[in-house]
Nanobody
Framework: QVQLIESGGGLAQAGGSLRLSCAAS????????MAWFRQAPGPGKERDFV??????????IYADSVKGRFAISRDNTKNTVYLHMNSLKPEDTAVYYC???????????????????WGQGTQVTVSS
C-alpha cells in the first residue's frame, strides 16, 4: 500500500517562501514520476497541475503560473519529494497535493487523472 504524506504548508506573507515535503511509504519513489497539484478554495475549483518530476534526472515540468518561482526536487535517499515555493502570491493560496504515478519511468503528466496515488493535502495560505 502506497502512502504519501505532505507537510510544510502554512501561512506565509506575499513575497515569502515555503517548502512542502511529500514522504512516501510502501514504495521507493526513485523510479516513478511525482507531481504537485493544488486546489484553490471555492466551488467548482479543479485540481490544477503545479509541477512534476520524472524518474530520469533533469525531467521537470512547471505550470506557467509558477515558473521561475517554484522548484520541484526529489531526495531518493529520503524517499521524499519537495516543492520549494518562493515569491509567493495570494493567488498561490490552495490545498497542495502530492501525487505519484504507478508506472515506472513514465512521462511527467499534467492531468491529475494520470496519477494513481495521492496524499491528503496540505493547506498553503498567502496573505497580501
Amino acid at each position: 500500500q502506497v502512502q504519501l504524506i505532505e507537510s510544510g504548508g502554512g501561512l506565509a506573507q506575499a513575497g515569502g517562501s515555503l517548502r512542502l515535503s511529500c514522504a512516501a511509504s510502501g514504495r521507493t519513489l526513485s523510479d516513478y514520476t511525482m507531481a504537485w497539484f493544488r486546489q484553490a478554495p471555492g466551488p467548482g475549483k479543479e485540481r490544477d497541475f503545479v509541477a512534476g518530476i520524472g524518474a530520469i534526472p533533469g525531467r521537470t515540468i512547471y505550470a506557467d503560473s509558477v515558473k521561475g518561482r517554484f522548484a520541484i526536487s526529489r531526495d531518493n535517499t529520503k524517499n521524499t519529494v519537495y516543492l520549494h515555493m518562493n515569491s509567493l502570491k495570494p493567488e498561490d493560496t490552495a490545498v497542495y497535493y502530492c501525487a505519484a504515478d504507478r508506472v515506472r519511468y513514465g512521462p511527467v503528466f499534467t492531468n491529475p487523472r494520470d496519477y494513481d496515488y495521492w496524499g491528503q493535502g496540505t493547506q498553503v495560505t498567502v496573505s497580501s
